[in-house]
């Protein structure tokens, strides 16, 4: 089976979810191929090489590509109103229409590869920006089977074209069962809705990772930005290394707000004790997970649901302190997998506390964790969604616009 993958930039430093997704379909005996709309990123070398990718091919982004792009659409001027015209009609705000016009000369290049190489399966990875292919593939090649992803931020992004391929499409997947409504609201029928958990490689974290704790570790992880309040996670940590002498911070990953959280941990005398390591490979932050007794997570950005980064921790046996997001509820059960939290800084602070003056409720609930990850999110079982979906649909396909 071949299946094309539609994405935005590919690979992505938050987006391990998507490379680990590639690789297990490859190692399944999938036949795919990555196209993105944008230009590759300086790094992406780099992120090819530390997450294993060398043999994927990847199409990003390039000016040749888009001028190849632009006379495509000049020699099928017909397909190239149309697409205009289904941009205007299904757009409100004219910064969507300008976007999706700029976006165009790429899309007609992914489109022409697509026709040229006939893959059986055409998935949408992100369902914004990239249902304008989409769009192509159900009015002019509806022999090939169209699927497309719904997740977080397409639903908060609310871009109108991803609504009408979606409803058209011959299946729509998400990643938390929370978005079913939301996505039905758009007018998708239910029985057209497949929930699959993003998964993670459970063979990346070993059964000796409890051995390797280090007391009084305490791990976060994501982009240093605002929203995911790292901020407050160094002002909780205060709190507790006046407590615990010995406990330790590890921040992993980077962002604007990286200045600005060192100074704010100088000031509050703790700076010895916190490691800012910015963005690093999976196979450091999972030495890193290993080694952690907490592992807290405070965002509140909008477009989070069941984050990989908590499943990554959860799989190393750490205890993860989680905010209140949509959705977490089908990933962390409140003391007994972990512990959801409202965000205040002492209450946090004082659970810290609780945690590390009772050691056997960290095993009790590091070794929970552990087993629900394993038994509800391990990648090779959670890809077979998508394979049975793409294999039942070339059987009875049924999308068109």
């Known amino acids: 089976m071949k299946v094309f993958y539609i994405t935005m930039q590919f690979p992505v430093p938050s987006e391990t979810f998507a490379s680990n997704d590639i690789k297990m379909l490859i190692a399944k005996g999938i036949d795919v191929q990555v196209f993105s709309l944008l230009r590759s990123l300086k790094e992406s070398k780099k992120l090819i090489h530390e997450r294993s990718l060398q043999d994927v091919p990847i199409s990003n982004s390039t000016i040749s590509k888009n001028l190849k792009g632009i006379f495509y659409g000049i020699i099928s001027f017909r397909k190239t109103i149309n697409i205009i015209k289904f941009i205007i009609k299904n757009n409100r705000k004219i910064s969507e229409i300008i976007k999706s016009l700029i976006l165009l000369p790429r899309i007609l290049s992914i489109y022409q590869s697509i026709i040229n190489n006939k893959p059986n399966v055409v998935h949408l990875f992100w369902g914004h920006y990239p249902s304008l292919i989409g769009y192509l593939i159900l009015k002019y090649n509806p022999e090939i089977v169209l699927t497309t992803f719904l997740g977080a931020y397409d639903l908060e992004m609310k871009y109108k074209p991803s609504e009408v391929i979606a409803k058209n499409a011959s299946k729509v997947f998400t990643h938390a069962q929370v978005n079913v409504i939301t996505i039905c609201d758009m007018g998708v029928k239910l029985d057209n809705i497949c929930v699959s958990y993003r998964g993670v490689d459970i063979n990346n974290l070993n059964n000796k990772g409890l051995l390797r704790k280090k007391a009084g570790r305490i791990v976060c992880a994501g982009r240093l930005i605002e929203s995911k309040r790292i901020k407050e996670v160094i002002k909780i940590f205060s709190k507790v290394k006046n407590i615990f002498p010995f406990a330790s911070l590890v921040i992993l990953g980077d962002g604007p707000q990286k200045h600005d959280l060192q100074k704010l941990a100088v000031q509050l005398g703790v700076s010895d004790s916190i490691q800012f390591k910015g963005h690093v490979s999976q196979k450091e932050v999972f030495a890193d997970f290993l080694k952690s007794e907490i592992f807290i997570f405070m965002s509140k950005k909008k477009g989070e649901r069941l984050p990989n980064v908590v499943k990554e921790a959860m799989l190393a046996r750490s205890i993860c302190l989680v ?30 506390s609780y945690i590390f003056n009772n050691k056997q409720e960290l095993i009790h609930i590091g070794l929970n964790a552990r087993n629900f990850i394993v038994n509800h999110f391990d990648i090779e079982k959670t890809i077979m969604d998508y394979i049975n979906v793409w294999e039942d649909t070339l059987v009875n396909k049924k999308n068109v616009l």
């Open 323 to 352: 905010s209140e997001t949509p959705g977490i509820g089908e990933l962390i059960s409140d003391g007994i997998t972990g512990y959801i939290i409202k965000g205040d800084i002492d209450e946090v602070a004082n659970k810290i």
